[in-house]
């Protein structure tokens, strides 16, 4: 169905000559103004089917001027978050796994949403204090230069996780040695 709405709209557009004498500026700048129509009616609690529609079709003109369908252009975006990992902040943006406040914001507002934390590097885990992510079961360990290690908590022996529990200081290549390269 979204492959024939799509072609009904790149006919439509055709017909009016918008692919042949509109340009990808131009396009643009018609779907700031559709989404502040967008912006507009969710401000007021109206219906948004119609201002969602209307994007998608200038979305589906820019696509098309730039030598591609929107269809896929929404799988490579779903190809690109697929398997993104991150929390919602208080005013509503995603964080990034990897980004480097990720850490402080899980610390700061939810410090039971995720696993193992490291304050430094040599890692000063968070006295053995072993959690998994409740979404994933993943134990994740964050270390103070941004960069994760994820295992899946399933390949954890207990050995292992009592050791993560009692150790005060580990090292990123002890945690390696100890637990092998993450399989996630």
Known sequence: M???LENKTLEWSQARGLLK????QAQMLKLVSEIGELSDNIAKGNDVKDDIGDCLVVLTNLANMSGTKLSKCWEVAYNDIKDRKGIMNEQG?????TDPSYAKLVREHNP???GLYAETDPILVNKGESRLDPFTTTLVLIFDDGTTL???AEDLTTHHKDFLKYAEDITKSEILELLGEPKC
């Open 150 to 152: 994820n295992y899946l």
């Open 112 to 114: 039971d949403a995720l």
């Open 2 to 4: 979204l492959e024939l």
């Open 21 to 24: 004498n509109s340009t990808l």
């Open 93 to 97: 943006v995603f964080i990034k796994e």
